[in-house]
């Protein structure tokens, strides 16, 4: 199942275009496409890096590190107590991702399903 979302900034309008995240539950890969439309300033700082060299389809690898920088590491002190909450079995980035809609204390970002 793919799902889709809008990479959104809470200090941009609402009507701005934005970057699209997306996740293929199957394949357990993302993508990130960023329109030519989208400013490289109002991006996160690895999107904004990449778009800057003129890289807005950005395969599994980099999107997968996007993902990475916005959840809870693996290795983080409390992370059973989180994966309980969660009902998860094992790490996996993207429901926790999912939960806090891939908000971080770093920038004004979030996720948003489409």
């Not at 960023?34 to 690898?61: F, H, M, T, W, Y």
């Not at 996996?92 to 948003?112: A, H, K, N, V, W």
Request: hydrophobic fraction near 40%.
């Amino acid at each position: 199942m793919l799902r889709t979302f809008k990479i959104v900034n809470d200090s941009l309008e609402m009507s701005a275009e934005h970057a699209i995240l997306t996740y293929d539950e199957d394949l357990d890969q993302y993508a990130v496409h960023i329109p030519e439309s989208v400013d490289c300033n109002d991006l996160p700082a690895i999107l904004s890096l990449l778009a800057k060299q003129g890289i807005r389809e950005i395969d599994d690898k980099w999107a997968r590190r996007f993902v990475k920088e916005r959840v809870v590491p693996p290795d983080r002190q409390n992370i059973g107590m989180i994966m309980r909450q969660l009902h998860m079995k094992k790490y996996s980035e993207f429901p926790i991702l999912e939960y806090t809609s891939g908000r971080c204390c770093m920038d004004d970002f979030y996720l948003q399903e489409i």
